[in-house]
């Protein structure tokens, strides 16, 4: 099967938990919540933990992310497994108050072959979110280049974040005798 997006909500969904399931090969995301049709407001509650995500992603349209949280769809993604991935974690596009608790990236093994996670667009006025305790590593793919552990790009005015207490590895390639 050609997927495209394992589990998926454009709704604005709010107060869900998703939790120990196995997702596999697909092209663009194993998870993809997006506040599109809810563009209004920012929602929470919702929990991503304890799933194994795995071989999501290619070279050929520079895709793939194991979990996308974007456009105020605030989450505490935790405790996540995610392994020959292109990108583990994206979370951008805040640029509402949380109305909850939940906001945070904590205490997941990433192993990606482009980027473990990519904070984006963070502006003026949001809930800054947590990024800690985390292991990113990278691995070898054919036709990937530049790996980075966390790359975080536009986070404007008085938007904040705090990253803290992630393991950043790129395994020794190198065989001694």
Known sequence: VDACILVASYEGVGNITVENNILKNATYAGMDFYNYYNDTAATSGNYIR??????IGETTYSWGVGILVTRNFYADVTDNVITH?????????????????????????????RLGLFLNQQWTGLTPLTIANNTFTAENYTGATNWSGILVST??????STINDNIISIPDTDTHS
């Open 50 to 55: 304890h799933n194994k995500i795995d071989g």
């Open 85 to 113: 991935t292109r990108v583990g974690i994206q979370a951008d596009y805040h640029n509402k108050t949380n109305p909850g608790t939940t906001g945070s990236v904590s205490n997941n093994q990433i192993s990606t072959w």
């Open 155 to 160: 986070v404007t005015g008085t938007a904040t």
